[in-house]
Nanobody, 124 residues
């Protein structure tokens, strides 16, 4: 059974950092493109960052460029999202997702398998 376990969310002050982890089981992660999405209550999911399956090409939403870094550790079947210089507007539930396409657009409709989400709250 294909499954994700996300961790690393929490409460952090503005300017702080968090690292989200997405551990996969039931499938080999490096065969899939992986995305991190976030959702604020009442709004649609938005693509934060995505990484392709083979070449490791990355995409970042403009508002997180230079602050967030996506990476994959294929040996441990895990994908990470390092988030630095966090802002209150980064507050959301963050989800990881997998796509069977090698280089999908970083939008939710292109992703097939989803984790349960982890809450990130940036507040003083």
């Amino acid at each position: 059974q294909l499954q994700f376990v996300e961790s690393g969310g929490g409460l952090v002050q503005p300017g702080g950092s968090l690292r989200l982890s997405c551990a996969a089981s039931g499938f080999v992660l490096d065969n899939y493109a992986i995305g991190w999405f976030r959702q604020v209550l009442g709004k649609e999911h938005e693509g934060v960052s995505c990484i392709s399956s083979s070449e490791g090409r990355t995409y970042y939403k403009d508002s997180v460029k230079g602050r967030f870094t996506i990476s994959r550790d294929n040996a441990n079947n895990t994908v990470y999202l390092q988030m630095n210089s966090l802002k209150p507007e980064d507050t959301a539930v963050y989800y990881c997702a997998a796509s069977s396409l090698s280089m999908p657009m970083c939008v939710m409709d292109w992703f097939d398998y989803w984790g349960q989400g982890t809450q990130v709250t940036v507040s003083s």
